[in-house]
């Protein structure tokens, strides 16, 4: 006999869960009495419902198992929504437990109470609500199969309060197996089949499921055929971009060689990947519903199949299994397409050069800085802001699962985010990217930093505004700001009233020696780097942008 709560927790060693990240509330004091016998799951103590949920997804990614989330009612529900919205977008697996008010007084807006499967179920793979203390085990194995099977994604399992603290005789279910969707004998000839007619072909890899051991095969395969490979949106770390097959980023700001690459070619092979707005620049790069080339679309999850792109050839796989098919393909012997791949490689080579940007301090140089002295091993995680393009187009990401990035452009992203991922392996180096406006959306979470004594060294890029938003201003209706201005605290005192280490640059030459110190501190730790607001993308000033809105406007 076990209360709810006890089972619950049981049910989440059973499936193998080793973490929970929860702000406490006190209509689910019976899951958190469960936590506090367990040996093998670490409660994280967080701030705010948002930062609990973004950490769960970003423990999704990072340990390839469902983050588990666990908030309260109401305001705690509304906060985490945008953790689950990250995790859906990014399809992350990810289970968030809601604490609810009790049964007896359902349907009488009670306090705090919301309709969790209407409000939820619109955009999570799954929402439900616990009525039965000895149906636990049963909606807890149906939830880590429904986050882990096909697609990954979020679901959502409310918890009356009545019924949690209840007790009952529930027996444990078995620990979760998910099906593994492959490719056929006939999918693999008619590979060979493509490959043999093609003259551009182009590989693109993302989605879920990916590994380090995946990312090996891939760039042997690569190699073998001499392919070039692209990355889709905030999946760069798929491969190593210091490989001669690596070509690019196939997102936000896209070089344009790549791009015309990716619109021209007559063989597109995308691994993983559902082809979204930003890895199609708006779905302009590749034609809806019938593409031009001859594409191969590999996904784990038999519905994204021709849900937007018509394929030449579905492949239902999981990334896993479709990297040893990759293996048996037999070696083309003629490989024309190669002077293309060294064509697209030089160009990837020059787009990452630093370009000079205005100010006292340049975000290119702060960024190559970070990426040279990172470890092989390293992590940079970022939300979401203009800062982000540099990060993105600067960093040479040495391989899986070296970055954080969401896919559903998030603010407020990177700290959560490298929270979990020091804590899932404190021996790894951490840094993250944040705006002035990022960094403030979960800045509180630097306290869970601290209370954990968690090393991670967060760069936060002051430059007084919303500047993605200012930049869509001035494109748009130039000379009219509205809504971007921010005035902001000093981010270093910030840092040190928390217990945390804080340094100031103003000078681009005055902040390796500042990083240099952080990662010595052994704390968490905050550097504010002070840019101008001309320094507003990698490619155009802030001025220059304003030209070209005047220009459009007339």
Same mark, same amino acid.
């Not at 190699?223 to 990355?231: G, T």
């Not at 190559?368 to 470890?375: A, E, F, H, N, W």
């Not at 800062?387 to 969401?406: E, I, M």
């Not at 007084?464 to 930049?471: C, K, L, N, P, Q």
């Given at each position: 006999?076990?209360?709810?709560?006890?089972?619950?927790?049981?049910?989440?060693?059973?499936?193998?869960?080793?973490?929970?990240?929860?702000?406490?509330?006190?209509?689910?004091?019976?899951?958190?009495?469960?936590?506090?016998?367990?040996?093998?799951?670490?409660?994280?103590?967080?701030? +705010?419902?948002?930062? =609990?949920?973004?950490?769960?997804?970003?423990?999704?990614?990072?340990?390839?198992?469902?983050?588990?989330?666990?908030?309260?009612?109401?305001?705690?529900?509304?906060?985490?929504?945008?953790?689950?919205?990250?995790?859906?977008?990014?399809?992350?697996?990810?289970?968030?437990?809601?604490?609810?008010?009790?049964?007896?007084?359902?349907?009488?807006?009670?306090?705090?109470?919301?309709?969790?499967?209407? *409000?939820?179920? #619109?955009?999570?793979?799954?929402?439900?609500?616990?009525?039965?203390?000895?149906?636990?085990?049963?909606?807890? #194995?149906?939830?880590?199969?429904?986050?882990?099977?096909?697609?990954?994604?979020?679901?959502?399992?409310?918890?009356?309060?009545?019924?949690?603290?209840?007790?009952?005789?529930?027996?444990?279910?078995?620990?979760?197996?998910? =099906?593994?969707? #492959?490719?056929?004998? #006939?999918?693999?000839?008619?590979?060979?089949?493509?490959?043999?007619?093609?003259?551009?072909?182009?590989?693109?890899?993302?989605?879920?499921?990916?590994?380090?051991?995946? +990312?090996?095969?891939?760039?042997?395969?690569?190699?073998?055929?001499?392919?070039?490979?692209?990355?889709?949106?905030?999946?760069?770390?798929?491969?190593?971009?210091?490989?001669?097959?690596?070509?690019?980023?196939?997102?936000?700001?896209?070089?344009?060689?790549?791009?015309?690459?990716?619109?021209?070619?007559?063989? *597109?092979?995308?691994?993983?990947?559902?082809?979204?707005?930003?890895?199609?620049?708006?779905?302009?790069?590749?034609?809806?519903?019938?593409?031009?080339?001859?594409?191969?679309?590999?996904?784990?999850?038999?519905?994204?199949?021709?849900?937007?792109?018509?394929?030449?050839?579905?492949?239902?796989?999981?990334?896993?299994?479709?990297?040893?098919?990759?293996?048996?393909?037999?070696?083309?012997?003629?490989?024309?397409?190669? =002077?293309?791949?060294?064509?697209?490689?030089?160009?990837?080579?020059?787009?990452?050069?630093?370009?000079?940007?205005?100010?006292?301090?340049?975000?290119?140089?702060?960024?190559?800085?970070?990426?040279?002295?990172?470890?092989?091993?390293?992590?940079?995680?970022?939300?979401?802001?203009?800062?982000? =393009?540099?990060?993105?187009?600067?960093?040479?990401?040495?391989?899986?699962?070296?970055?954080?990035?969401?896919?559903?452009?998030?603010?407020?992203?990177?700290?959560?985010?490298?929270?979990?991922?020091?804590?899932?392996?404190?021996?790894?180096?951490?840094?993250?990217?944040?705006?002035?406006?990022?960094?403030?959306?979960t800045g509180q979470e630097l306290a869970t930093c601290v209370q954990y004594g968690l090393g991670v060294v967060t760069i936060v890029v002051n430059n007084?505004?919303?500047?993605?938003?200012?930049?869509h201003q001035e494109r748009q209706y130039p000379d009219r700001v509205s809504g971007t201005?921010?005035?902001?605290?000093?981010?270093?005192?910030?840092?040190?009233?928390?217990?945390?280490?804080?340094?100031?640059?103003?000078?681009?030459?005055?902040?390796?020696?500042?990083?240099?110190?952080?990662?010595?501190?052994?704390?968490?730790?905050?550097?504010?780097?002070?840019?101008? +607001?001309?320094?507003?993308?990698?490619?155009?000033?802030?001025?220059?942008?304003?030209?070209?809105?005047?220009?459009?406007?007339?």
């Open positions: 006999m076990r209360h709810g709560g006890k089972i619950l927790v049981d049910q989440l060693e059973v499936q193998g869960a080793s973490a929970v990240f929860t702000v406490p509330g006190e209509s689910f004091l019976a899951a958190l009495d469960g936590l506090h016998d367990s040996n093998r799951i670490k409660t994280v103590i967080c701030r +705010q419902e948002g930062g =609990a949920a973004m950490m769960a997804e970003a423990w999704g990614k990072v340990k390839g198992e469902p983050g588990i989330c666990m908030v309260t009612r109401g305001p705690g529900a509304a906060n985490a929504m945008a953790g689950l919205h990250i995790a859906q977008q990014d399809s992350t697996p990810m289970i968030m437990f809601l604490g609810l008010p009790g049964e007896k007084h359902e349907d009488r807006e009670a306090f705090q109470e919301i309709e969790t499967k209407s *409000l939820f179920g #619109s955009f999570v793979k799954w929402a439900a609500v616990i009525r039965s203390t000895d149906r636990i085990p049963e909606y807890v #194995s149906r939830a880590y199969h429904t986050a882990m099977n096909g697609r990954p994604g979020p679901v959502v399992l409310g918890l009356p309060e009545d019924m949690l603290s209840a007790i009952g005789e529930a027996g444990d279910a078995k620990p979760a197996k998910f =099906a593994v969707p #492959s490719a056929s004998a #006939s999918d693999e000839a008619a590979i060979t089949a493509a490959f043999a007619k093609a003259q551009r072909p182009l590989v693109i890899i993302g989605g879920p499921g990916w590994s380090r051991d995946i +990312q090996k095969k891939v760039q042997a395969f690569a190699e073998r055929f001499d392919l070039p490979v692209a990355a889709s949106f905030r999946c760069q770390d798929y491969m190593d971009n210091r490989h001669p097959c690596y070509v690019g980023h196939a997102g936000i700001g896209l070089d344009a060689k790549l791009a015309d690459a990716i619109r021209n070619a007559d063989l *597109l092979l995308v691994i993983g990947s559902r082809l979204g707005e930003m890895t199609t620049s708006g779905y302009t790069l590749v034609d809806i519903p019938n593409p031009k080339s001859f594409l191969i679309h590999v996904h784990p999850d038999g519905r994204e199949l021709g849900s937007v792109y018509s394929p030449d050839l579905p492949v239902n796989a999981t990334a896993a299994s479709f990297a040893d098919l990759l293996g048996r393909l037999p070696t083309p012997s003629a490989k024309p397409w190669s =002077a293309h791949r060294q064509a697209l490689r030089a160009a990837q080579e020059a787009y990452v050069k630093p370009i000079a940007t205005p100010g006292d301090v340049q975000l290119e140089q702060v960024i190559k800085t970070v990426s040279d002295m990172l470890p092989e091993d390293g992590i940079i995680t970022n939300g979401a802001g203009n800062y982000a =393009a540099f990060v993105h187009r600067y960093t040479q990401y040495k391989g899986y699962r070296s970055c954080l990035a969401p896919t559903s452009g998030s603010m407020g992203y990177g700290l959560p985010a490298a929270i979990a991922a020091k804590l899932a392996d404190p021996t790894r180096t951490v840094i993250n990217f944040a705006g002035d406006g990022c960094f403030m959306m007084g505004m919303y500047g993605t938003i200012r930049a201005a921010l005035v902001n605290p000093d981010f270093a005192a910030y840092a040190r009233a928390f217990g945390a280490h804080g340094e100031t640059v103003e000078r681009t030459e005055d902040f390796r020696p500042a990083l240099e110190r952080a990662l010595a501190s052994n704390k968490a730790a905050i550097i504010e780097v002070k840019t101008e +607001q001309e320094a507003l993308t990698p490619r155009q000033t802030l001025s220059e942008i304003r030209a070209v809105g005047r220009k459009a406007r007339g």
